[in-house]
């Protein structure tokens, strides 16, 4: 799967149609997922394969899903998918409020 941002799109959107030939392109808006460009030459199922990840994608970054269910809907291995959300920027992990507390817990067994 292919991956471009708006401002791209617009500046070469022949390269986004020839690489929908090879695979969907994942339109991004900001570091938002907003569109999906699939060839039409492709058969149903070749689409509905390459759509899934870029939908598990989405969904997981929105906290939509969690990373084990992003990967059951993507349909890829858990290594492929992690690849796949490496190349399109989006975080696996996360920090909130306890993060930092956590650390300091961890970081007692991990002196000695």
């Given at each position: 799967?292919?991956?471009?941002?708006?401002?791209?799109?617009?500046?070469?959107?022949?390269?986004?149609?020839?690489?929908?030939?090879?695979s969907?392109?994942?339109?991004?808006k900001?570091?938002?997922?907003?569109?999906?460009?699939?060839?039409?030459?492709?058969?149903?199922?070749?689409?509905?394969?390459?759509v899934?990840?870029?939908?598990?994608?989405?969904?997981?970054?929105?906290?939509?899903?969690?990373?084990?269910?992003?990967?059951?809907?993507?349909?890829?291995?858990?290594?492929?998918?992690?690849r796949?959300?490496?190349?399109?920027?989006?975080?696996?992990?996360?920090?909130d409020?306890?993060?930092?507390?956590?650390?300091?817990?961890?970081?007692?067994?991990?002196?000695?």
């Amino acid at each position: 799967m292919h991956a471009t941002n708006v401002r791209n799109l617009k500046k070469n959107p022949s390269l986004a149609l020839r690489q929908a030939e090879d695979s969907p392109v994942l339109v991004l808006k900001g570091d938002e997922p907003n569109a999906l460009i699939v060839h039409l030459s492709k058969s149903l199922t070749e689409g509905e394969a390459s759509v899934r990840p870029a939908l598990a994608a989405s969904l997981f970054k929105d906290g939509t899903l969690s990373l084990g269910r992003a990967v059951r809907l993507s349909g890829m291995p858990i290594q492929a998918f992690l690849r796949h959300l490496g190349e399109l920027g989006i975080e696996v992990t996360g920090t909130d409020e306890t993060t930092a507390h956590e650390s300091r817990d961890l970081s007692r067994w991990l002196v000695s």
